[in-house]
């Protein structure tokens, strides 16, 4: 076996001989007593307590810890080993020839060499930290310091640091201080705390003041040369967050936040960053699984197709973490198939059973293969065109991969007798004013059709826009943003519902867990948002100036309005407070048939705005822009108007 060296600190064994000498030439030297030593009887008493402390010491490897960054074990550990040295110094004081001493004075002795070693280290572990704070305190320390050689004098780093508030003296906020004050090389110095908790304002954390929201005023900030506020409060009510965040953002304060990446990045630790625009919305993430739903998904061969996609490949992960039989991951676009199987792949090695398949959902036979290779149990349909604009153009293949993939998918889970099939639908769905809102309300149609007569149970789910899914506006305002702008903005008026990936692939497991047939779930969303406020958010977010946001006018089937999907009146509730089931009546398989065959045999001709119309008689809810826009703006206006009337009333 081979011996490894340790890395004893001989500097501070020094000093704990210093303090040992110390303690020694009190306690058995100026000590009279009645047990008062001769000389040679002090010196036996001395090497051998000598002994006995430091060489358990050194056995215990206190001499190889780094004290200046010593947590409470440290110090735990320095008690036990001088715990022990007194016992083996009052064995051995008892068994070998030397001049005996009372029981108390060798307690006596060994308890101050203690105490002093701790103070020691205490008082250098607290210059260490606070040398690193710009305050004449921190300047004398950080001298002391020098004295004895531990740190260089002058470093021009201090001077550059970055002065933070930091919002939360909770255990984030301060192991994030702790951090700081303990490094170096740090960007940044905490200056204070700012938090809510009377039994913490007032009083002091790692040597810096907390004060209450009201004590921590603009003029005693620029006293303390505040420069960024930073949040460490990960669970801050939404509301609270936005008051301050928008507080100190008019304040003209740089604003960070100490967290973990954002919801739906994979892995990672807390770190300090920018606010991500997700985070701007200000709405607390919903979390929407349960262990009913967890147990529902265990030990079951899942299918899920698009499953590279954006919503496809956060299922896949929501699913690794329930223990499912076998997941099934079929796409057509294949680097996104090949690059989820790779992050799985590393997350859980071979304890996590998962295929790939290449197919296209409008190839019948290839994916008949697929379901008699796997028999899934649970198949969930996220594959989809989606692109508004790009399907307006492109009516035909909206068609066949929206409507007759989904109808395909249906088939083949009835012949292979499949237990569930959930389809992954969208708000634009209702009343549709495009080619894509109207196909996927087609999809819905067909689901709840099969739900009358099939063997296996059918729902769909129906949410918003989707955040930093491909394809969003986040991803484009970047892009936009890094190549110095202008951002594109189609009409400063436009707002939609928006979730998160992960609330949205917990929504599609969850409410289909909880379907027992037919059912067409849809999400309280909560508030719109103003997507000018969105770019206006991002531009200030990104720190670059002069950024121009230009309107570049509604795009073909874009509505001004998103509706509102939760009308909670007209819906039936679930067990969960921000799921509903919408009251729809299924068609009959003859009346789904027939809108098919018109839908099969206009696309055979391959005339997309022929196709266009077609679909809006297979879709009666299909409507133009223009119409549902122009309600909309007189709606608007209308409510706009009310207040005035009730002014003029009131007069």
């Not at 001769?38 to 490897?61: D, H, K, P």
């Not at 020839?97 to 250098?124: D, H, Q, W």
């Not at 490949?313 to 076998?326: D, Y």
């Not at 309280?524 to 121009?548: C, F, H, T, W, Y």
Request: charged share 25%; glycine share 6%; hydrophobic share 40%.
């Amino acid at each position: 076996m081979k011996y490894k060296k340790r890395n004893v600190r001989w500097m501070l064994v020094v000093y704990d001989l210093l303090v040992y000498e110390l303690s020694a030439v009190l306690l058995l030297g100026l000590y009279g007593g009645n047990d008062k030593l001769s000389i040679s009887g002090m010196m036996q008493q001395m090497v051998l307590a000598l002994l006995c402390v430091f060489s358990i010491r050194l056995i215990g490897n206190v001499y190889g810890q780094i004290w200046r960054y010593g947590g409470i074990q440290c110090y735990i550990r320095l008690l036990y080993t001088d715990a022990i040295a007194f016992f083996v110094y009052l064995i051995l004081e008892l068994i070998l020839p030397v001049e005996k001493i009372t029981f108390a004075r060798m307690l006596c002795l060994i308890s101050i060499n203690l105490l002093g070693a701790l103070a020691l280290r205490m008082m250098y572990r607290y210059a260490y930290k606070c040398s690193n704070q710009e305050t004449k305190q921190g300047r004398f320390l950080a001298s002391l310091l020098y004295t004895f050689g531990r740190v260089k004098k002058g470093n021009d780093k201090e001077v550059q640091k970055i002065k933070i508030a930091i919002i939360g003296a909770g255990r984030v906020g301060v192991s994030f201080a702790e951090d700081l004050l303990n490094s170096d090389e740090a960007a940044y110095i905490p200056r204070c705390f700012i938090d809510i908790n009377e039994n913490k304002v007032g009083r002091e954390i790692q040597g810096l003041p907390v004060w209450s929201e009201d004590e921590a005023t603009f003029r005693k900030l620029n006293e303390y040369e505040v420069q960024e506020i930073v949040f460490a409060i990960p669970s801050m009510d939404a509301e609270k967050k936005k008051t301050l965040y928008e507080y100190y953002k008019n304040a003209g304060y740089k604003l960070k936040v100490y967290d973990y990446p954002t919801v739906y990045a994979a892995g990672g630790k807390r770190h300090l960053r920018e606010f991500d625009i997700e985070e701007l919305l200000f709405r607390k993430p919903l979390v929407v699984s349960d262990e009913h739903t967890n147990e529902y998904y265990k030990r079951k061969v899942v299918l899920i197709t698009g499953g590279g996609g954006s919503i496809g490949s956060e299922l896949c992960r929501q699913l690794a973490k329930m223990q499912p039989k076998q997941i099934v991951i079929l796409d057509i676009y294949e680097n996104g198939a090949y690059d989820v199987q790779q992050e799985l792949k590393i997350a859980y090695g071979n304890t996590l059973n998962l295929q790939i398949e290449i197919c296209s959902i409008t190839h019948k036979k290839a994916l008949e293969h697929v379901f008699a290779k796997y028999h899934p149990q649970i198949v969930i349909n996220a594959a989809a065109h989606k692109h508004v604009p790009l399907m307006e153009h492109n009516c035909i293949e909206a068609i066949y991969n929206n409507v007759f993939g989904t109808q395909n998918l249906v088939e083949l889970c009835e012949k292979y007798e499949a237990e569930r099939f959930m389809m992954v639908s969208t708000d634009k769905a209702v009343n549709p004013t495009n080619v894509m809102g109207a196909t996927k309300r087609m999809c819905e149609m067909i689901v709840q059709s099969a739900s009358t007569h099939g063997k296996v149970k059918y729902s769909a789910t129906r949410f918003g826009n989707v955040l930093g899914s491909a394809g969003s506006v986040i991803p484009l305002f970047k892009r936009q943003i890094a190549n110095g702008g202008p951002v594109t903005v189609t009409d400063k008026r436009i707002i939609r519902y928006f979730m998160t990936i992960p609330e949205a692939s917990q929504l599609v497991l969850q409410s289909g867990a909880m379907a027992n047939n037919g059912e067409l779930f849809v999400l309280d969303m909560g508030q719109p948002v103003k997507i000018m406020d969105l770019a206006e958010n991002m531009i200030r977010l990104s720190g670059v100036q002069g950024i121009e946001i230009v309107e570049t006018g509604l795009r073909p089937g874009e509505k001004l309005y998103e509706e509102l999907l939760v009308k909670t009146e007209e819906l039936d509730k679930t067990s969960n407070s921000r799921i509903f089931i919408e009251r729809d009546s299924a068609l009959s398989p003859e009346e789904i048939n027939t809108r098919l065959n018109m839908l099969r045999e206009v696309c055979e001709t391959g005339d997309d705005s022929q196709a266009r119309e077609v679909l809006r008689k297979a879709v009666p809810t299909f409507k133009k822009p223009e119409e549902v826009n122009r309600a909309a703006e007189f709606v608007v206006h209308q409510k706009k108007s009310e207040p005035e009337r009730e002014e003029a009333v009131a007069i």
